[in-house]
Each structure stands twice: as C-alpha cells, then as structure tokens.
C-alpha cells in the first residue's frame, strides 16, 4: 500500500519538477491494478465508469474525477459483498488509501471542476479556446 501511494505521489509532486506534475490517474490506476485482489475488480469498476464518462461527455477530467470517487465505493462494496471473518478491519487500509488518493485526484482537478461547472471545460474532439493572460 505504501509503495502504490508513493508512485502516485511521486508522480503528482516530482522532485525534478520542483513538486509539480501531472494529476497521477493513470499511475494511480496502474498502482490499484497491482493490489490484487481487493482493490483490483474495484480499480476495473472505476475504469469502465472513466469509459463510459468519457463517451458520454468527452471530458477526460471529469471522468477522472468520476473515477477517483468510485473506487472507494466499489472497494467497500466488494468489502460488504465478501462478507467473512473481520472482512472490514481487513479492508479499512484499502479503503483509506483508496480515499486518500481519490481525495487527491478531486484537490487536483480543482480548477477542472471549476470550468466543468462554468461549462468551459475543454471536450475530446473540440479545440481548445486560446487563454487570456
């Protein structure tokens, strides 16, 4: 657990970057896959919910957002849907690291809220709009 959050980490604040990167959902999603099998049916979940964002609405970040907050849900699912001896105390460090990484993903795509909600988010296919500086 602790090396699957370091590599979203680091990808997310590079030290050669001076802390700043990209917003780690593919290297999160990499790093679930890889905690086999508690968090990997629920990493698959959140991906098919990234697909069918992204065929929707052709947003990448809001499908990526969609992502981060449907991991957790489908690792307590799948906690609740096991059931078995101390099924939640087993589950509770994937559910926490889950949650604080999707918690990440959300505080990274914060100004992509933002147009999402003000309608000016950038969709798949479009040109994006020259900025104002």
């Not at 001076?18 to 698959?44: C, D, E, H």
């Not at 914060?110 to 296919?125: A, F, P, V």
Request: charged content about 15%.
């Amino acid at each position: 657990l602790g090396v699957a959050a370091a590599t979203v980490l680091g990808h997310v604040f590079p030290i050669y970057l001076r802390f700043k990167g990209g917003k780690g959902v593919a290297t999160g999603f990499g790093s679930m896959l890889a905690l086999f099998p508690q968090v990997t049916i629920p990493a698959v979940a959140a991906l098919i919910v990234w697909i069918i964002t992204v065929k929707i609405w052709r947003m990448v970040s809001l499908a990526s957002c969609l992502a981060a907050i449907t991991l957790p849900i489908a690792v307590a699912i799948g906690t609740l849907a096991s059931g078995g001896d101390g099924g939640f105390a087993r589950a509770l460090p994937f559910l926490a690291l889950t949650g604080l990484l999707g918690t990440l993903v959300l505080l990274r795509h914060r100004s992509n809220i933002r147009r999402i909600l003000d309608r000016t988010e950038s969709k798949i296919g479009t040109k994006a709009k020259p900025t104002e500086e």
